[in-house]
T-cell receptor, first 117, second 113 residues
Framework: GAVVSQHPSRVICKSGTSVKIECRSL??????MFWYRQFPKQSLMLMAT?????????EQGVEKDKFLINHASLTLSTLTVTSAHPEDSSFYIC?????????????FGPGTRLLVL | QQQVKQSPQSLIVQKGGIPIINCAYE??????FPWYQQFPGKGPALLIA?????SEKKEGRFTISFNKSAKQFSLHIMDSQPGDSATYFC????????????FGEGTQLTVNP
């Protein structure tokens, strides 16, 4: 199998605080992980591509200083939402690519629901 | 050119029916076309995927039809069940996009008992 976990599954925080979300590939090594954001009844929007040991590549319009991504090992990537505000409330989903080839399948985590009050 | 257009936005069928969801793409460099199923509050789960060297792929009750010349692909769900009620996303990627998936807008499928 190819299992990807995320922690926490839900988080509520006050405006101005920072929140860290973890994404782990449990039974495979993932050289590349992806972070998505999804608003209700909308499609997934790619935020950034994270390669192990290097800086993340952010999509146009995504603030890299606000959404800090660290991919310190082949099984763990973290997304930190810094100085969160209510408009950052969303469903954040990570995925991991199994295998080094570009066309390899992406497996998604269960998502993290963030609510900023 | 990176867009993937998906239709319909929503679909209601009776149990046993065959819902069909269509996607069209523009980028001829795309060479990997997966379909994902997402239940409310959960992450997407890979259903089935196809590459352009075949015109059809079947896995269980799910079939992808692929028309390379028309740049279209579709998902057929045979003998649909109420448990298939979910949102379905098509996606596409290619080497030029570094395996970044471009998603369709999603189709909310409801299968009535």
């Amino acid at each position: 199998g190819a299992v990807v976990s995320q922690h926490p599954s839900r988080v509520i925080c006050k405006s101005g605080t920072s929140v860290k979300i973890e994404c782990r590939s449990l039974d495979f090594q993932a050289t590349t992980m992806f972070w998505y954001r999804q608003f209700p009844k909308q499609s997934l929007m790619l935020m950034a591509t994270s390669n192990e040991g290097s800086k993340a590549t952010y999509e146009q319009g995504v603030e890299k200083d606000k959404f800090l991504i660290n991919h310190a090992s082949l099984t763990l990537s973290t997304l930190t939402v810094t100085s969160a505000h209510p408009e950052d409330s969303s469903f954040y989903i990570c995925s991991a690519r199994k295998g080094p080839a570009v066309g390899e399948t992406q497996y998604f985590g269960p998502g993290t629901r963030l609510l900023v009050l | 050119q990176q867009q993937v257009k998906q239709s319909p936005q929503s679909l209601i069928v009776q149990k046993g029916g065959i819902p069909i969801i269509n996607c069209a793409y523009e980028n001829t460099a795309f060479d990997y076309f997966p379909w994902y199923q997402q239940f409310p509050g959960k992450g997407p789960a890979l259903l089935i995927a196809i590459r352009p060297d075949v015109s059809e792929k079947k896995e269980g009750r799910f079939t992808i039809s692929f028309n390379k010349s028309a740049k279209q692909f579709s998902l057929h769900i045979m003998d649909s069940q109420p448990g298939d009620s979910a949102t379905y996303f098509c996606a596409a990627s290619g080497e030029t996009s570094g395996s970044r998936l471009t998603f369709g807008e999603g189709t909310q499928l409801t299968v009535n008992p």
